[in-house]
């Protein structure tokens, strides 16, 4: 009886830990990227700079509940959602890009 208990318990066991793989691997980590993200989209605020998904850099000028308003340049400004802005930069940068 146990032989027959045996091997039929190891494939239930070869899928329960493949599950667990793929959860730690891929599932896991997903989710907390996406919980940063959704604190760094929560903490904007007038004056931080930016990098939006797209590459562009600006300077945020007024913050609303679902977009933002990012200064690019002297006379050029975009309204875009909070979801697209990809990271906040240290305060400098832009001057620092500016000088170069």
């Known amino acids: 009886m146990n032989d027959a208990a045996g091997p ?3 494939p239930f066991l070869m899928l329960l830990v493949f599950f667990l793989f793929i959860y730690f691997v891929t599932i896991r980590p997903q989710q907390k990227r996406q919980k940063e993200h959704e604190s760094l989209v929560s903490s904007l605020e007038k004056g931080d700079e930016v990098m939006t998904s797209s590459g562009l850099v600006g300077r945020i000028e007024n ?3 679902r977009y933002v308003s990012v200064k690019l340049g002297d006379q050029i400004s975009i309204n875009m959602q909070k979801e697209f802005v990809s990271s906040k930069l240290p305060k400098g ?4 890009i500016e000088s170069q």
């Open 93 to 96: 940068t832009i001057n620092s």
């Open 8 to 10: 039929t318990f190891v």
């Open 63 to 65: 913050v609303k509940d």
